[in-house]
């Protein structure tokens, strides 16, 4: 049997009618990767990668404002790099209930597209290591940074912001910190990049965590476009693409001669040269099957030693 040389859109359609478009085989045993269609999906291997280089210098930058500002000695590390859709992450903030102190930023204060945040613990903690303070172990959730403590942490986040923009972008903190509220007005399907750093005092056993918010899209001057928009493609481009493959999928044909129904009694009885009767004539077709289903009538034939069949009728149903 030949193959044709290209198929057209018709024949396609036609075959895929005849024979459905199940699977072909068993993929339980096939291993992959799951792909969460709930989370987002913004950036590709490439893009994480450089993401992952940013951050590194990111964290060695606020190293060494911790030190100018709280004079000693500091490591600040990046613990995670996630992405969110704006609406899960917002919901997730309202319902957790913290207390947290947040400073946006933004071109200005009507176009704001990130922010950082500081637990609370985290916020009187460093207010306490700008004030050259001996640290306290006890919660303080209960009262409110002194207005010295907001000013002197306001002064901090800056200059932690100014090592995340590393100059990539024209950035505005807000004028003040706030807490509880959350300061960004974001659509749901927006997508977001938290960037959760871990900051550790020389010496102490005990380190504090802090995070900052942005809109994925303003990260590409950092990670550049993804290679899914480089690109443009066609309605044409793409449809000639598909068919391509489709062109080269492998269909497994079954050559199916009649079949017939025995009671287990009758299949125990059968014997060596026992003649079973089958449900067609010998002038009816052989049914060629793909994938469970007939696609092709033929009739017996033979080449080169082996069983072969001629096609008789396509799968369309005509001669």
């Given amino acids: 049997m030949s193959s044709a040389n290209s198929l057209s859109r018709e024949k396609i359609n036609q075959f895929l009618k005849a024979v459905g478009s199940g699977p072909t085989e068993d993929t339980t045993g096939i291993n992959a990767t799951e792909y969460n269609w709930n989370q987002p999906h913004y950036f590709d291997s490439k893009q994480l990668n ?3 280089d940013f951050t590194k210098k990111v964290a060695n930058s606020m190293t060494v404002k911790f030190a100018d500002f709280c004079h000693g000695e500091f490591d600040v590390t990046v613990v995670s790099t996630t992405q969110h859709f704006a609406s ?3 919901e997730q903030a309202m319902e957790s209930g ?3 102190y947040y400073l946006a930023f933004g071109t200005d204060q009507e176009h704001r597209y990130g922010l950082i945040c500081i637990p609370t613990q985290t916020a009187f903690i460093w207010a306490e290591q700008l004030l050259g303070e001996p640290e306290s172990e006890e919660e303080v959730s209960d009262r409110d940074l002194s207005q010295l403590e907001e000013s002197l942490l306001w002064d901090l986040l800056s200059e932690l912001l100014e090592a995340f923009s590393q100059k990539y972008w024209d950035y505005q903190p807000d004028k003040n910190i706030v807490r509880r509220l959350f300061p960004l007005e974001l659509k749901g399907t927006e997508e977001l ?3 959760t750093f871990d900051v550790k005092k020389a010496g102490h056993e005990k380190s504090n965590e802090a ?3 942005i809109l994925c899209n303003k990260l ?3 990670v550049g476009k993804s290679e899914q928009t480089v ?3 066609s309605e044409e481009d793409i449809s000639k693409a598909i068919l391509g493959h489709m062109q080269q999928m492998p269909v497994y044909i079954m050559a199916q001669l009649a079949s017939t129904v025995l009671t287990l009694k009758e299949i125990m009885d059968l014997e060596v040269d026992d003649i079973l ?3 067609k004539k010998v002038n009816e077709p052989i049914e060629l099957m793909a994938s469970g289903r007939t696609a092709l009538l033929g009739r017996p034939a033979k080449s080169s030693g082996k069983h072969a069949v001629v096609i008789t009728e396509l799968f369309n149903g005509t001669k």
Avoid: A, N, S, T
């Fill in 220 to 222: 590409q001057p950092v």
């Fill in 231 to 233: 690109g443009v493609f």
């Fill in 277 to 279: 009767l089958l449900d």
């Fill in 50 to 52: 450089k993401l992952d």
């Fill in 193 to 195: 990049c938290k960037i």
């Fill in 211 to 213: 995070y900052i918010i």
């Fill in 88 to 90: 899960e992450f917002v």
């Fill in 98 to 100: 913290r207390d947290d």
